[in-house]
């Protein structure tokens, strides 16, 4: 699979080190529930009433191998005190009923809280106290909880994960940059449209404030064990 | 008196031609630790070339294109083949040299975790010394490689072992040097880093090869690893997502002026099926058909020309009777 080119990032200054075994780092873990993961739900269930829904397996078949990295992701940041986070693609009932972006609107990507498909998967379900935000927007930092809730934990450095890759990963992560947190994209524990996409994604984002590592890399910085 | 070590044998240096500075013939990136999504039904992005004939065929292309040898950097632990290699050496008339050493920790043996420095590094000069694999066939070059934007962990433990053989058996010590951490690293490389790893371990600058400069290159980063001592090595000839050749043949040209000529190596680092010739890629010949005409274009001489392709290699390969 070829990889883009991207010239413009020679230019750059290299990305700072992140030491996250020092504190001040957060795991958000973006839009993972039943309107995204389950494929008779959500994305699937839009997909099948087109009659296409072979056009998202390359979707579910990355998505698959990331709730394994994730469960693992998520498994060793509570191990080590890091403040776990969910999005959800969820209307906000604070701002009147089923209130959605004017975007998610035209979309259909989003779903009532008291629908099935606004539930968490088994698997990757918060934990009591853990943060859960509903939003509509494609970055997470798009509703303003999310930014309040990272304040109120002193959090410096954002650890991403979730779907997708190409939506609200990447533009979470380049909202979050230009915010100034240090961003730690997991690129295993994402799943892209394409794996095409996942490619360039991930090969595209990284620089500036931004880099790209797997769940044992992360695993092992939270450790303190590397860089 | 100093010699050059093929798979066939020693050599004298004298009787190196044009030389390929970093290449792999036979790789199998499958026998690596594998992290991240895995593409069902995909290998193709993988480092595997597993097949003699091919190989053949296009070695043979490049030696009709007046290359004499090649340096394959393959190790132990993802698919170093030392006999096959002779047998393509044979076939071909290509003087092929192997390398000793280790690949990032994806690809590290299990003994990197088991064994001290020293004894990684006796094993190494073992290598060099007597043969390598069971095979009796020694090896000529050394490696280290870096996978994270500092030198530490495992594959610190190792280029450490990599400096100790270089000081012990005289060869010299190719570098990987970025790749995908590459816009974490001042400068675009690891090379600085492993320099003073490789000098506070008592190896001469000139004995190392900053290798993958081409991936992310600043033309004052190479200028500074040059008066240090180093090689540079452009070795990723014709991988145009790492950047241009447009851009490469400048570099070189600057480089050239500014009295560097003498530090200058140059490859292509194939390693994938889809980067041959047989299977639609540009081949090891692209640096011969392609590269060299378009620095002559920019206006490379012949004598500069000849220090890149063979006096260098020469002189980075030479390994000094102890």
């Not at chain 1, 996409?197 to 939270?222: K, S």
């Not at chain 2, 290359?67 to 170093?80: L, N």
Request: net charge negative.
């Amino acid at each position: 699979m070829s990889q883009p080119r991207v010239p413009f990032k020679n230019l750059s200054g290299p990305v700072p080190p992140f030491p996250l075994a020092r504190g001040g780092a957060a795991l958000l873990i973006l839009d993972v529930h039943r309107f995204t993961a389950d494929p008779s739900a959500g994305y699937g269930r839009l997909a099948a009433e087109r009659g296409i829904q072979h056009e998202l397996a390359e979707y579910y078949e990355q998505l698959q191998q990331a709730l394994s990295h994730l469960e693992r992701l998520v498994q060793g940041c509570r191990q080590h005190g890091v403040p776990v986070l969910f999005t959800r693609l969820v209307a906000d009932r604070r701002r009147g009923d089923d209130w959605v972006s004017p975007q998610a609107r035209v979309t259909g990507f989003w779903t009532s809280g008291d629908s099935p498909e606004a539930a968490f998967l088994p698997r990757l379900t918060p934990a009591p106290g853990e943060d859960v935000i509903d939003k509509t927007a494609i970055s997470a930092l798009g509703a303003p909880e999310t930014e309040a809730a990272l304040g109120r934990r002193g959090v410096r450095y954002l650890i991403l994960a979730g779907v997708s890759a190409n939506g609200a990963v990447e533009h979470t992560a380049r909202d979050a940059g230009d915010r100034g947190y240090g961003v730690v994209i997991v690129s295993d524990a994402c799943a892209a449209d394409t794996w095409a996409l996942h490619t360039h994604v991930m090969t595209t984002l990284a620089g500036g404030l931004i880099r790209v590592r797997n769940t044992q890399a992360v695993l092992e910085m939270l450790d303190g064990a590397r860089t | 008196m100093s010699h050059i070590q093929t798979v066939a044998g020693p050599i004298e240096p004298e009787a190196l031609g044009i030389t390929y500075m970093h290449e792999h013939i036979l790789c199998d990136q499958r026998r690596c630790r594998q992290e991240g999504l895995q593409r069902p039904r995909s290998a193709e992005g993988l480092m595997v070339l597993d097949d003699v004939a091919v190989a053949v065929e296009e070695l043979t292309d490049i030696r009709r294109l007046g290359a004499d040898a090649i340096v394959e950097v393959t190790m132990q632990a993802w698919g170093r083949d030392l006999t096959s290699l002779r047998r393509i050496s044979e076939a071909t008339g290509l003087k092929i040299i192997a390398t000793s050493g280790f690949y990032v920790e994806l690809c590290h043996p299990m003994i990197i975790a088991d064994q001290s420095i020293d004894e990684l590094a006796d094993g190494l000069v073992t290598e060099i010394t007597e043969g390598a694999d069971g095979t009796g066939i020694r090896t000529g070059l050394l490696k280290a490689a870096v996978s994270r934007p500092v030198v530490e962990g495992p594959e610190k433990k190792c280029a450490r072992a990599v400096a100790r053989a270089a000081r012990r058996t005289g060869a010299a010590i190719t570098t990987h040097t970025s790749g995908a951490i590459r816009f974490e690293i001042p400068g675009g490389n690891i090379g600085w880093q492993l320099l003073d790893l490789f000098e506070a371990e008592g190896v001469d600058p000139r004995r190392v090869i900053v290798g993958h400069v081409d991936e992310n290159a600043d033309l004052r980063n190479l200028q500074a690893l040059c008066r240090r001592g180093a090689f540079v090595q452009f070795d990723v000839i014709g991988k145009h997502h790492w950047m241009l050749d447009e851009t490469r043949a400048g570099l070189i040209v600057a480089l050239v002026a500014a009295g560097f000529v003498d530090h200058l190596l140059l490859s292509t680092d194939r390693a994938r099926r889809s980067e041959l010739r047989h299977y639609g890629g540009l081949g090891y010949a692209y640096l011969l058909s392609r590269f060299v005409p378009m620095l002559r274009e920019a206006g490379v001489g012949d004598e500069a020309m000849r220090r890149m392709l063979v006096e260098n290699p020469r002189r980075a390969l030479s390994i000094q009777a102890s």
